[in-house]
């Protein structure tokens, strides 16, 4: 399957992508700014996505929460979401409500600052503060998804911190840094706009220059500090983490090619025959045959710059300690280079992205969110339809060659979780 | 650039699917809509055989036998089984509602025939292996340990413990809690099958790339012999424990957040108050701009999100509010909460507030329904509850027809403030004087500990 895909750039900078498909009638509008948490300043870790819900406090003619509220009067659905190397803003609606979305995404990017007071700034900021509370600090085992970043890249390095932000960061944020933040990286020149689904394209291209065309063109935005890792961790550290969890889980990962380079897919694919659904080798072994493993995932974080990681999740049974869990899963690991990957296990693994993919691409929110993601990260929206091929002219002999490169001891972190032991527990 | 707002253009018409239905020589069920878009095609086998059919003692028999299935059959072990479902490229899932259970796939028409025969097999021909059925328990087992560490999964399950009467089915887990999943036996979830998955209990369901007679051709291969006898419809006891205000603690040392679940009973999924109850939910707590978010989050901060829902089953279901606040506000967060609750049934809403529901129900209806694996999943609730085939046609009339003399009395009659159950899980020290100030009865404190 093609998606039909229409790249061109306004005289601002801002990168817009067209993709008609009118079997219903919906559109999608979606838009990502190229910031993330890997941009903030030291003292400010959480603010990329403080200010993602700052985004929705209204702007010059549109008011607090207003946003929200304008899209779901008009049957769309809408949200936002901060990750460490951009910020996405996403609105499906019913096709003859194009207009108003992409107005209110023009009127924030346009003219946010007039809206910015101080108090919305503390109730987003109290909002937040929950938000970790629940996601992290209060769910089990969640701060994984702070301490591996952590763990994986040096201090240092624009991923190592935290992506919700620190309890002391995010009290620390002003409405300074709320304009500085804006001026700095919510530039037309920073953004790609894509629109997917039922439109008609001369209207469309008429109401993008309408709204967005006058917006001014910001200044360049600074670069980051050094992505630029070793392509292997040239050791093996691990993390105990003491937590109140019932069962030891463990997180092994491996620094692997940047999402979208040749060696991204069979690191993709090797993460897949690992770890993706009932069939894969963890799960059979660990899960079904040996009963060491209540759950075993694995997959690649997909990140585009510095390094990739591939991530193997594995939950422990009842009864079975993380030492011997961490051991199960590092013999599979090591079985690979006696036991080879074969082209039968890739045909699995390719048959089911084929149908993921074209399961995923049903959705016109879906659609635009990907053609964001490719003109974001490589300039390109059309590389979603090359995609699939990629994945197809992966053979055993390159993904077996990746195990050998990347596989090894001397290239992991273990973040391990074991049940907190002091008798209060 | 401009000030103004723009104005929304003419609607462009949309309609659900058109469904097809036909009946097998042996009762099977067929129904079909077409998506004729992408060459892909969703099956969902329906079987009249949820939670509600366990026995008292055996609760989670049903779902044991739904995961079952995908364990292997007389031919294939559960591993073949899993590796020729995937390497059509579809991974096959199986599981339970309160209502029904659910067997289903999603793959490319081309591998449509093959994938068919198999789930054929699964369903007519599982093997229930003991060692398969062993491991799914002890899995769930494993799950119910992880509960008591997991604030939300636990405020869920205490709510409804604590709601229900015991002798309720909707009073355990739908998957059932240690003693009753410790005392399935590989007869009984062979049992459980036979008397449940018959072909006249079963509907096959087709969203996709695929035709009537396509369907009908590889479902006569896949189902045709069959057989079964016709199942009595589940009896379901929804009675409550007792009616009344009470609050309950369960008690989480240190934790920085209480996870609320604040409710009663709501009603039977049938009640012909059903669309003025959905518009009326959408404004308590059901919309990002709904009065219990606002409230809780946008103007107190105390949460990261607050909403409202009515779980819709055969019997009446729960009502409930659910949010996360920080511990320090937990008292005044469920004030909020009950005066939100209260003030629904005393005001009339104004005619903007209304239309924000019916807008937003009636716009999203065609954005709902995408995707394959959306419109099967429409159509099986649509089957399960015996909606018709034109209640997704006649969707968004009915909800346009709501009104706010209807909301109102919709919120009279199904909320119930003198009936309110609050379930706290969180830091028992910090939290139960702050509940005890709230005229909800005497607060009962629990430790985390499931069922026994």
């Known amino acids: ?425 | 650039m401009t000030a103004v707002r723009p104005t929304p253009g003419v609607p462009r018409k949309y309609t659900f699917p058109t469904v097809e239905r036909t009946t097998l020589s042996n009762g099977l069920r067929i129904a079909v809509a077409r998506m004729p878009r992408l060459p892909l095609v969703t099956v969902l086998a329906l079987v009249d055989a949820g939670s509600s059919y366990d026995s008292a003692g055996r609760e989670g028999a049903a779902a044991l036998t739904a995961l079952a299935l995908g364990e292997g059959t007389a031919k294939l072990s559960g591993g073949e089984l899993v590796e020729q479902f995937e390497r059509l490229g579809t991974g096959f899932d199986s599981g339970i509602d309160w209502d029904d259970a659910v067997a289903q796939l999603t793959v490319t028409t081309e591998r449509l025939g093959a994938a068919l025969e198999m789930l054929g097999e699964v369903l007519t021909a599982p093997a229930f292996r003991p060692a398969d059925l062993e491991r799914l328990k002890s899995e769930r087992l494993a799950e119910l340990l992880q509960l008591q560490a997991e604030p939300r999964g636990l405020a869920n399950e205490k709510f409804s413990e604590l709601l229900y009467a015991p002798k309720s089915r909707y009073a355990k887990s739908s998957a059932g809690d240690r003693g009753s999943v410790s005392a399935i036996t590989v007869s009984d979830v062979g049992a459980f099958h036979r008397a449940h998955y018959t072909p006249s209990s079963t509907t096959l369901i087709f969203a996709g790339d695929v035709t009537m007679e396509l369907a009908v051709q590889l479902a006569e291969r896949a189902f045709g012999g069959w057989s079964g006898l016709t199942v009595a419809p589940a009896i379901v006891n929804d009675d409550i424990a007792q009616s009344g205000r009470f609050g309950h603690i369960v008690h989480k040392a240190d934790a920085p957040q209480s996870e609320l679940r604040v409710g009663h009973r709501g009603v039977k999924r049938n009640h012909s108050d059903y669309f003025p109850i959905v518009v009326m939910n959408a404004l308590l707590g059901g919309l990002f701009s709904s009065r219990i978010n606002l409230n809780l989050r946008e103007r107190n901060a105390f949460t990261y999100g607050a909403s409202s829902g009515f779980d819709w089953r055969r019997g009446a279901g729960p009502f409930v509010v659910a949010t996360a606040v920080k511990t320090e506000v937990t008292g005044p967060a469920i004030r909020e909460i009950l005066f939100e609750v209260e003030r629904m049934r005393e005001e009339t809403m104004q005619p903007d507030e209304l239309t924000l529901a019916t807008d937003y129900l009636t716009g999203v209806f065609p954005i709902r329904y995408e995707t394959t694996r959306a419109v099967a999943a429409a159509i099986a609730t649509a089957t399960v509850y015996g909606l018709g085939d034109d209640y997704y046609t006649l969707y968004r009339e009915r909800v346009r027809a709501v009104t706010a003399a209807d909301v109102r009395s919709a919120a009279q009659h199904h909320l119930h403030p003198e009936s309110m159950l609050v379930v706290a899980v969180g830091d028992a020290a910090s939290i139960r004087e702050s509940l005890e100030a709230l005229d909800i009865g005497v607060i009962q404190v629990h430790g985390t500990e499931g069922g026994s």
Not at chain 1, 350 to 377: C, H, M, N, P
């Open chain 1, 1 to 425: 399957m093609q998606i039909s895909v229409e790249s061109y750039r306004l005289a601002n900078g801002l990168l817009v992508t067209l993709s008609e498909d009118k079997s219903a009638p919906v559109v999608a509008v979606n838009l990502w700014y190229h910031v993330g948490s890997a941009n903030e300043r030291d003292g400010r870790t959480g603010f990329a996505h403080l200010f993602e819900h700052m985004l929705f406090q209204g702007s010059e003619h549109v008011g607090a929460n207003e946003h929200f509220e304008l899209i779901q009067r008009a049957g769309g659905t809408l949200n936002g979401s901060t990750w460490l190397d951009r910020t996405n803003y996403f609105e499906t609606v019913p096709s003859n409500q194009l207009a108003i979305a992409l107005w209110l995404e023009a009127d924030r990017m346009g003219r946010l600052l007039p809206a910015m007071t101080q108090q919305k700034l503390d109730t987003q900021r109290d909002v937040v503060k929950n938000e970790r509370r629940w996601s992290v600090d209060n769910q089990p085992y969640g701060t994984w998804w702070e301490r591996l970043p952590a763990l994986a890249f040096p201090p240092s390095h624009p991923f190592h911190h935290s992506l919700i932000g620190s309890m002391e960061d995010l009290s620390d944020a002003s409405l300074d840094d709320v304009a500085q933040f804006f001026r700095t990286y919510y530039t037309p020149n920073n953004a790609v706009l894509t629109i997917a689904g039922d439109f008609d394209r001369d209207e469309a291209r008429a109401l993008i220059q309408e709204y967005f065309g006058a917006i001014p063109r910001g200044e360049d935005k600074p670069p980051l500090r050094p992505m630029e890792v070793s392509p292997r961790f040239d050791g093996w550290r691990r993390e105990v983490v003491e937590d109140d969890v019932v069962l030891p889980r463990l997180f092994l990962a491996f620094r692997s090619p940047v999402f979208g380079s040749d060696g991204y897919f069979s690191a993709s694919i090797c993460a897949a025959v690992l770890g993706m659904r009932k069939g894969s080798r963890l799960y059979r072994a660990l899960v079904r045959e040996r009963q060491v493993a209540s759950e075993v995932s694995a997959f690649t974080f997909d990140l585009s710059k510095g390094s990739d990681l591939l991530i193997v999740d594995a939950t422990a049974h009842p009864g079975i300690s993380a030492a011997e869990l961490e051991t199960a899963v590092t013999e599979e690991i090591a079985g690979l280079r006696i036991r080879k990957i074969s082209t039968e296990e890739i045909e699995r693994v390719v048959a089911l992205i084929e149908t993921d993919l074209l399961s995923t691409l049903q959705s016109a929110g879906e659609r635009a969110d990907k053609l964001s993601q490719f003109a974001t990260y490589f300039g390109d929206a059309a590389m979603v339809n090359t995609q699939l091929s990629r994945y197809r002219d992966v053979t055993a002999d390159e993904v077996n060659s990746f195990v050998q490169e990347f596989l090894g001891d001397d290239n992991r972190i273990s973040l391990v979780y074991v049940p907190r032991t002091t008798a209060a527990a």
